[in-house]
């Protein structure tokens, strides 16, 4: 089914040789899909790659082309991405070691989670904040598309049972 949610505007702001704030890009974001995640498509926005606090002090790199050095977690950085999921898709269960903050902005989701229980997302700026848990999305809908954003931390692996959890796809 074809996306039918509308396309994202982006706006980076920065300051001009005179010091005066302006802005360096303002362009749409431009989708593409997910390996191994079927009707999932993504948007890089922005990322960071020093530490933080972060110095993207009137760079002129568009931090929304930088590599990402894990799939979508920077390992000294952040990652702001928009994510779409197709009417019924549900992506893998999968886990980041990341903090990632996730905000519905359209559509509806239910957050599946490793032991079973589900909770559905159906207001726009619903937020889950994920602390490396092993879950999935799936988009309830037969007809609409879902969109959330999301900013992802790189964090220290999440400790269960004295063992330190890994990234994982299923």
Known sequence: MANNLPALHRVVTGHNESGTANIVWNSLLDFTDIPGMAGARSAPIWTTVDSIPTDDNNSSEDGAMRP???GIVHSNGTNLRATDL????VTP???TVSLDHNILIQGEVILV????????LKTPGDVVVMKGG???WRNP???????W???IIAAQPAIVLGKALEAEVK
């Open 68 to 70: 990402v050095d894990s």
């Open 86 to 89: 197709a009417p019924g898709a």
């Open 93 to 95: 269960m999968h886990r």
């Open 113 to 120: 989670m490793e032991d079973g229980s589900e909770t559905h």
């Open 134 to 136: 092993l879950h999935a």
């Open 141 to 147: 809908s037969t007809d609409s598309w879902a969109r």
């Open 149 to 151: 954003v999301s900013v």
